[in-house]
C-alpha cells in the first residue's frame, strides 16, 4: 500500500510535461561565493528549489556562520553525544538561512595522511567512523535538514581524483570503505548520497550500476536520493540506468537532448525517470519541503550555544602526544615569559581548503590571541617573535605553531618543509623547553625532530573559536582527552601503502594548484586489503610512531577487573563486557577506554584484532567507575571472499581493552557458538 507522501509525489509526477520531468534530474547551476547548488523549482507544482550548502563543519553560506573544528578533531573526541550536538548545531546554522540540503557529513576512510580532504572525515577505523557518524546524520535530519553522505566509494586521495582508478576487492569494501555508508542508511537513516569523482575498478562512481543500484539500492535498502558530485559524470546512458537521480550542479550530461535521444530510442523508459524523480521528490516531501517555510531567522539567538558546542568540540578533541617532564600545562606560578614562534600563532589557518573549509568569519580567534587572554590573568608576559632569534633563550618555555596547506583536489607530502623543521632544530636548540602545537587534519612525519622536543600537541584546524581550547589545555584550565583517529608512521617506508599509492615519481605540491588541471588516468591498488593503519603494523609486527586510539592526559589512569558475562555465548546472544577504571592521579581527566576482538580460530585471514566499543569515562581524583560494553555476532563476523557474504564462525575470541591499539592492558577469552555449528571448529590458518 502506497504511504501519502508517495500518493503525493506520484500525483505531481503525472502533473509534470517530459520535459519538466527530464530538467528536474539536474540543479540549477553554481556560482562561486553565492550558490552551491539547488533543485530546480516547479513553482506553478508547488514545487520550490531546495538550496545546498557546503559541509561537515559548518554552512558555508550561512551569514554570520560559525566554522566548527574539524571533523577530524570531532573524530578524535570518541564521543557521540558530542557529536549529536555538533550535528544539531551545523543544521541549525544551515537552517537559519534556508539551506536545507548539507552536502556533508564525509566519510571517506583515512587510508593515506597526504589526502587533502583527511580533515573532512573520521579517521582509519571503520567502527569508530561508524559511531560517530549515526548521531550527527539524525541531528541534522532532526532539525530538518537533509544529510548526505559522501563520496561513494573509495575516493581515499585527492590528487587528480577525476582520473584516479580505486582498484579494490569487495572484501576491502564491506570491512573498511563500505561501513560507514551503510551506518549511514541502515542505521542513521540518511537522506542523501553523494557519489565520488573517482573510478572504482574501472567505472566511474557516478555512474556505476553496481555501486548505486546493487548495493545501495538493492542490498542496504536505499530508497532516498543519490546525486552526483559537481560535474562528476560522463555518460547519460549509463548514468540514468545506474540508478542515479540528481546531476549536479546542473544537467550537463542528463540533459532533455540527451535524455529525449534515449527515449526516442527506447533504450530506456519514462517511468525510468519518473523512479528517479520519486526518489529526489519522496526525500523533500518526507522533510516537510514542500509545504513550510525553509528559513528560520530565529535560529541565529541559538549562536551563543553554537559558540559553546565549538569549543566544546576542540577541548574533548585536541590531542596531546608528548609531555616529557611534564612541561604540560605550563607553570603559571614559575614561568614569567612565554615565547610564541610561527606564523600560524597570528594568521591562524583555522580549517583545511575547498568545499569543506571555509571563512571562519570576524570572530576568529588566533592562537596568540587566547594564549595572551589566559596568560595575562597571571601576569605571564607572552612574546610573539617572527623572526626567530637569541631572546628566545630568555622565555621560560616556546611554544611553535606549525601548519600545512590541506585542500580540496590535492593531496599534500608526509613531511613539513624544509623551513619548519629549521625553525623546529633552531628553536629547541636555543630553548630546551619547546612546545609544537600541530594544526593539520592528518599525519605527519616527526619522527626526526620528536626527540628534540619537550611537548606536542595536535589541535587539528581549530574552526572559529577552537584556539581558546588549546590555551585552556596549554595553561592547564582543560585536561586534554582526545585520542589519534589514525596512526601516525615514522616514516613512509613502513606504512601499507608504500609504493601502492601514486604512480612513481609524483611530486605532491605544498599550495593549492587550482581546480582546472588534468592528467592520464591512473590506478590506485588497495593492495593491502583489509590491513589498514593499525591493521597493518599488527600483521607486520611495527610501532608505529603513534598508535591509533592514543592520547595523553594530565591525569593517570588504572584499568583492572575485566569480566565477562559469559565464557560463552551462542546465536544472537549478546556479551556484556565490564572492567573497572580509576583515576590514579590527583586531577580531574577523562580517559577513552577502547574495547577490540581478536578472532583466534578463523578460515579465512583476519586482522590481529579490530576496535569494537570505546567508552569515554570522566573521573574525579582516585575516583573508580566499573564501565560496560556489548558486542554480538555482528561484532565477530568478517566479509567472506568466498562465501561473498558477511560470515561468523564458531570458535575462541579474545576481549581485549586497552587505551589504545598499542597499550592493551586486559584480557579475555571467550567462545562463540554457531546454533547449528556447536561441534565443528573450523581449523586455524597462520596470519
Known amino acids: 500500500m502506497e504511504t501519502p507522501v508517495l500518493e503525493r509525489v506520484k500525483n505531481l509526477i503525472n502533473q509534470m510535461t517530459l520535459e519538466e520531468k527530464i530538467k528536474y534530474l539536474g540543479g540549477t547551476g553554481f556560482v562561486e561565493g553565492q550558490k552551491i547548488g539547488e533543485t530546480q523549482p516547479l513553482h506553478h507544482l508547488g514545487i520550490p528549489s531546495v538550496k545546498m550548502t557546503d559541509a561537515t563543519s559548518g554552512s558555508k553560506l550561512t551569514k554570520d556562520h560559525i566554522l566548527f573544528p574539524a571533523f577530524i578533531c570531532l573524530a578524535s573526541t570518541f564521543n557521540p553525544e558530542l557529536s549529536a550536538l555538533y550535528g544539531q548545531a551545523v543544521a541549525e546554522q544551515?537552517?537559519?538561512?534556508?539551506?536545507?540540503?548539507?552536502?556533508?557529513?564525509?566519510?571517506?576512510?583515512?587510508?593515506?595522511?597526504?589526502?587533502?580532504?583527511?580533515?573532512?572525515?573520521?579517521?582509519?577505523?571503520?567502527?569508530?567512523?561508524?559511531?560517530?557518524?549515526?548521531?550527527?546524520?539524525?541531528?541534522?535530519?532532526?532539525?530538518?535538514?537533509?544529510?548526505?553522505?559522501?563520496?561513494?566509494?573509495?575516493?581515499?586521495?585527492?590528487?587528480?581524483?577525476?582520473?584516479?582508478?580505486?582498484?579494490?576487492?569487495?572484501?576491502?569494501?564491506?570491512?573498511?570503505?563500505?561501513?560507514?555508508?551503510?551506518?549511514?542508511?541502515?542505521?542513521?537513516?540518511?537522506?542523501?548520497?553523494?557519489?565520488?569523482?573517482?573510478?572504482?575498478?574501472?567505472?566511474?562512481?557516478?555512474?556505476?550500476?553496481?555501486?548505486?543500484?546493487?548495493?545501495?539500492?538493492?542490498?542496504?535498502?536505499?530508497?532516498?536520493?543519490?546525486?552526483?558530485?559537481?560535474?562528476?559524470?560522463?555518460?547519460?546512458?549509463?548514468?540514468?540506468q545506474s540508478g542515479l537521480d540528481l546531476e549536479m550542479p546542473e544537467a550537463c550530461i542528463l540533459n532533455y537532448k540527451r535524455i529525449k535521444a534515449l527515449l526516442d530510442k527506447d533504450i530506456i523508459s519514462e517511468d525510468l525517470i519518473d523512479q528517479r524523480i520519486i526518489h529526489i521528490l519522496k526525500t523533500i516531501c518526507e522533510m516537510g519541503l514542500l509545504d513550510e517555510k525553509h528559513s528560520d531567522p530565529s535560529f541565529h539567538n541559538n549562536w551563543p550555544e553554537h559558540e559553546r558546542i565549538a569549543i566544546e568540540t576542540a577541548r574533548q578533541g585536541i590531542v596531546l602526544l608528548k609531555n616529557q617532564d611534564n612541561i604540560l600545562p605550563i607553570q603559571v606560578e614559575t614561568t614569567k615569559k612565554i615565547a610564541i614562534i610561527g606564523e600560524n600563532a597570528v594568521i591562524t589557518t583555522a580549517s583545511g581548503g575547498g568545499a569543506g573549509g571555509f571563512d571562519p568569519g570576524e570572530r576568529?580567534?588566533?592562537?596568540?590571541?587566547?594564549?595572551?587572554?589566559?596568560?595575562?590573568?597571571?601576569?605571564?608576559?607572552?612574546?610573539?617573535?617572527?623572526?626567530?632569534?637569541?631572546?628566545?633563550?630568555?622565555?621560560?618555555?616556546?611554544?611553535?605553531?606549525?601548519?600545512?596547506?590541506?585542500?580540496?583536489?590535492?593531496?599534500?607530502?608526509?613531511?613539513?618543509?624544509?623551513?619548519?623543521?629549521?625553525?623546529?632544530?633552531?628553536?629547541?636548540?636555543?630553548?630546551?623547553?619547546?612546545?609544537?602545537?600541530?594544526?593539520?587534519?592528518?599525519?605527519?612525519?616527526?619522527?626526526?625532530?620528536?626527540?628534540?622536543?619537550?611537548?606536542?600537541?595536535?589541535?587539528?584546524?581549530?574552526?572559529?573559536?577552537?584556539?581558546?581550547?588549546?590555551?585552556?589545555?596549554?595553561?592547564?584550565?582543560?585536561?586534554?582527552?582526545?585520542?589519534?583517529?589514525?596512526?601516525?608512521?615514522?616514516?613512509?617506508?613502513?606504512?601499507?601503502?608504500?609504493?601502492?599509492?601514486?604512480?612513481?615519481?609524483?611530486?605532491?605540491?605544498?599550495?593549492?594548484?587550482?581546480?582546472?588541471?588534468?592528467?592520464?588516468?591512473?590506478?590506485?591498488?588497495?593492495?593491502?586489503?583489509?590491513?589498514?593503519?593499525?591493521?597493518?603494523?599488527?600483521?607486520?609486527n611495527i610501532q608505529p610512531l603513534f598508535p591509533f586510539g592514543f592520547g595523553l592526559s594530565y591525569s593517570t589512569f588504572k584499568l583492572d577487573n575485566l569480566s565477562l558475562s559469559s565464557e560463552t555465548i551462542i546465536g544472537d546472544e549478546k556479551l556484556i563486557i565490564s572492567c573497572d577504571i580509576t583515576n590514579t592521579s590527583d586531577i580531574y581527566g577523562t580517559e577513552i577506554v577502547q574495547l577490540y576482538i581478536r578472532d583466534i580460530v578463523f578460515s579465512e585471514i583476519r586482522p590481529e584484532k579490530e576496535l569494537k566499543g570505546f567508552k569515554r569515562i570522566s573521573l574525579k581524583s582516585h575516583e573508580s567507575k566499573q564501565i560496560e560494553m556489548t558486542i554480538d555476532k555482528t561484532d565477530l563476523s568478517f566479509w567472506s571472499e568466498i562465501k561473498k557474504d558477511w560470515q561468523v564462525e564458531t570458535g575462541s575470541f579474545d576481549v581485549l581493552i586497552g587505551t589504545s591499539s598499542n597499550n592493551i592492558c586486559l584480557k579475555a577469552s571467550f567462545m562463540y557458538f554457531i546454533e547449528s555449528d556447536l561441534v565443528n571448529i573450523p581449523i586455524s590458518i597462520s596470519q
Not at 405 to 422: A, G, I, K
Not at 425 to 441: E, L, P
Open 364 to 540: 576568529l580567534v588566533t592562537y596568540l590571541d587566547a594564549v595572551n587572554k589566559i596568560a595575562s590573568t597571571y601576569e605571564i608576559e607572552v612574546t610573539f617573535y617572527e623572526i626567530l632569534d637569541n631572546n628566545v633563550a630568555n622565555s621560560d618555555v616556546a611554544v611553535i605553531f606549525l601548519t600545512m596547506v590541506e585542500h580540496e583536489f590535492m593531496d599534500r607530502p608526509f613531511t613539513l618543509s624544509e623551513s619548519q623543521y629549521d625553525l623546529i632544530k633552531q628553536t629547541s636548540s636555543i630553548n630546551q623547553n619547546t612546545i609544537v602545537v600541530m594544526s593539520v587534519g592528518s599525519g605527519v612525519e616527526m619522527a626526526s625532530w620528536i626527540n628534540n622536543i619537550k611537548g606536542l600537541i595536535y589541535a587539528w584546524f581549530p574552526g572559529t573559536y577552537g584556539a581558546q581550547a588549546l590555551a585552556e589545555i596549554l595553561f592547564g584550565e582543560i585536561n586534554p582527552s582526545g585520542k589519534l583517529p589514525f596512526s601516525i608512521a615514522h616514516n613512509e617506508n613502513e606504512t601499507h601503502y608504500y609504493g601502492n599509492y601514486l604512480p612513481e615519481n609524483t611530486e605532491l605540491p605544498r599550495e593549492f594548484q587550482g581546480w582546472n588541471r588534468g592528467a592520464p588516468n591512473f590506478d590506485i591498488n588497495y593492495q593491502e586489503g583489509i590491513f589498514t593503519g593499525y591493521r597493518w603494523y599488527d600483521k607486520k
Open 94 to 240: 544551515a537552517k537559519a538561512d534556508g539551506y536545507r540540503i548539507l552536502l556533508g557529513p564525509g566519510v571517506n576512510m583515512y587510508r593515506v595522511p597526504h589526502c587533502g580532504r583527511n580533515f573532512e572525515y573520521l579517521g582509519e577505523d571503520p567502527y569508530l567512523a561508524c559511531k560517530m557518524l549515526i548521531p550527527y546524520i539524525k541531528s541534522v535530519q532532526n532539525a530538518g535538514v537533509i544529510a548526505t553522505v559522501k563520496h561513494f566509494v573509495a575516493n581515499n586521495s585527492e590528487h587528480y581524483r577525476k582520473n584516479s582508478n580505486s582498484v579494490v576487492r569487495e572484501r576491502t569494501l564491506h570491512e573498511i570503505y563500505f561501513p560507514a555508508f551503510k551506518a549511514a542508511i541502515q542505521d542513521a537513516g540518511v537522506k542523501a548520497v553523494m557519489t565520488s569523482y573517482n573510478m572504482l575498478n574501472g567505472e566511474w562512481a557516478g555512474q556505476n550500476k553496481h555501486l548505486i543500484t546493487n548495493i545501495l539500492r538493492n542490498e542496504w535498502g536505499f530508497d532516498g536520493m543519490v546525486m552526483t558530485d559537481w560535474w562528476a559524470i560522463y555518460d547519460t546512458e549509463k548514468a540514468i
